[in-house]
């Protein structure tokens, strides 16, 4: 008797295989970036933060002022620098095994809710969209929230109570936004009854129980502990005061508020060419659902809908409140679920749903690679790297040609030419900080010239060549007022106001870097590399 051999599991059901396949795409789309030194809050707080864990034991950063963000990213990169070495490829090989874990938490979860193929598109098209994909190899905090939240979800729409909360408060201490979820749940399994009974029909997504709803209180149980310890320690609960007042204190105008809120709305709906997918889905909708042999498509069942329609909300909502800077990766967390949301509806009710899933995928990529015509920050597609990539080449200038030089610089170059550790430069340099380098900080500035022989400058904006958006006043007003929007002089400007001369100067994808030499300086040089015509 011949017995037929079982077959092959599908890949999706052998966990650790199919991670370690994702980890390996991800790792390898990234190469080319695994070694760039550390970019802008990278430098500024996570990877100094990280790295003080490492040499102190302390939580408490020593070399850069404590933000109160919890330490758990901080704590998962110096661990991997103590069991591995300290460098930006490990750093960013660390930051890609969370990436990897939480893109195969969409998938886990878009399965849940829908089914395998839209699960394996939701999760291919997560991956290759901008923000994220950029974000993924970033010593930076919200991606890791993002992965675990999203394995949170996938507890929750299983019922799983326990892992849910354990989840929820692991990414608390990841970033305090976090909680943003589990308390968006709480609200809504609370008030869902009530409305279930009045529309008699069901939209709750679990059968109310009033002590597994609390039990999402836990979640913010060890986010308190770290505050309380953080306070014990510096005196202060959520971070430096200047830190609050720029993220919170000054957030609360309501017309900035209001702006906020259609910043965010556009950030989770339609920023770098999201809106092909959102616009397809809605068009989509619209039509009616695919039968396959006479067997209707089916979608994400409405009451996962709501779920999650309203974290999406919620973190439009929250962020249009918190956080000066309106910067997109606030809203990673929301992202796979608008994905996830949009590739089901295209499923249900379009038969060619993959090939226009393959235009939304082709329209991720380019704007991964080209930059809108509009402002955005680097860190946002694979302009970061062209940022990196100018900082790197002007420090090996500075270092090689003028290392002794006194240079005036505005952060992040002041930290990436005076601590050697962010991999720009071997020695330390001696800075001269300006806030930025607007006409009135370049006026201040040249009043002291003597106190400095060189300038690095560089756009701290990212200015496009035609932004369309310049042409009205009102939104350079607005952004300008309320979101620290300036405009940098050039290098031929500064050359002349400071009476020095451009001796080095580069651009990469629409972003700039210069190094300007000082006639004082260049005199002294000069006069250095005279022969000694009367040797003693």
Request: charged content about 15%; hydrophobic content about 55%; some cysteine.
């Amino acid at each position: 008797m011949i017995r037929r051999q079982p077959a092959p599991r599908p890949l999706a059901e052998r966990p650790f295989l199919f991670f370690a396949l994702i980890f390996t795409v991800v790792w390898l789309l990234h190469g080319p970036l695994l070694r760039l030194p550390y970019f802008w809050d990278e430098a500024g707080y996570f990877v100094p933060a990280a790295r003080d864990i490492l040499l102190t034991g302390d939580l408490i950063p020593k070399t850069t002022l404590s933000n109160a963000h919890p330490p758990l990213v901080m704590l998962w990169l110096a661990a991997w620098w103590k069991l591995s070495n300290y460098a930006p490829a490990v750093t960013r090989t660390a930051m890609l095994l969370v990436a990897a874990f939480g893109l195969f938490g969409v998938f886990r979860l878009a399965e849940r809710v829908s089914n395998r193929k839209v699960a394996g598109v939701s999760m291919v098209l997560t991956g290759l969209y901008s923000v994220i994909f950029a974000q993924s190899s970033l010593a930076q905090l919200d991606m890791p929230v993002m992965s675990l939240i999203v394995w949170a979800l996938c507890f929750h729409v299983e019922n799983r109570r326990i892992a849910t909360v354990v989840l929820f408060a692991i990414a608390a201490l990841a970033k305090e936004t976090a909680l943003i979820a589990p308390f968006t749940l709480l609200g809504w399994e609370l008030l869902c009854p009530l409305i279930e009974r009045r529309k008699e029909r069901r939209i709750c997504l679990h059968p109310h129980r009033l002590a597994h709803t609390l039990s999402l209180l836990l979640a913010a149980v060890p986010l308190m502990g770290w505050y309380l310890y953080h306070y014990v320690r510096v005196g202060f609960v959520f971070g430096n005061p200047e830190y609050v007042r720029y993220n919170l204190g000054a957030t609360l105008t309501p017309l900035r508020v209001l702006i906020a809120f259609g910043m965010r709305s556009w950030h989770v709906l339609g920023y770098m060419n999201l809106f092909v997918l959102t616009v397809a889905a809605l068009a989509a909708s619209r039509e009616p659902v695919v039968q396959d042999d006479r067997v209707s498509r089916t979608g994400i069942p409405e009451r996962i809908k709501i779920v999650f329609w309203l974290l999406i909300l919620a973190h439009v909502v929250a962020f249009s409140f918190v956080g000066g800077a309106p910067l997109a990766r606030y809203m990673v967390p929301a992202i796979p679920l608008v994905i996830i949301l949009c590739v089901a509806t295209l499923y249900e009710h379009l038969r060619a749903w993959m090939a226009w899933s393959a235009v939304v995928a082709f329209a991720f990529v380019l704007a991964l690679v080209f930059n809108p015509p509009w402002r955005i920050a680097p860190e946002d597609n694979l302009a970061y790297s062209d940022f990196v990539h100018l900082h790197s080449n002007a420090a090996v200038y500075l270092a090689n040609r003028h290392p002794n030089a006194v240079v005036l610089t505005a952060w992040p170059g002041s930290d990436e030419l005076n601590r050697p550790f962010l991999g720009y430069v071997k020695k330390p340099m001696t800075v001269v900080r300006v806030e930025n380098f607007t006409l009135g900080q370049m006026l201040g500035a040249a009043q002291q010239r003597d106190a400095f022989d060189a300038v690095f400058l560089f756009n701290t904006k990212y200015e496009p060549p035609r932004n369309f958006l310049n042409t009205i006043p009102w939104w350079n007003r607005v952004q300008t007022r309320f979101f620290d929007y300036h405009q940098d002089l050039l290098p031929k400007e500064v050359a002349m106001m400071m009476n020095g001369r451009i001796v080095w100067q580069e651009s990469r994808g629409g972003q700039w870097a210069a190094v300007i030499l000082l006639e004082h300086a260049e005199n002294a040089r000069n006069r250095m590399s005279l022969p000694n015509l009367n040797p003693r």
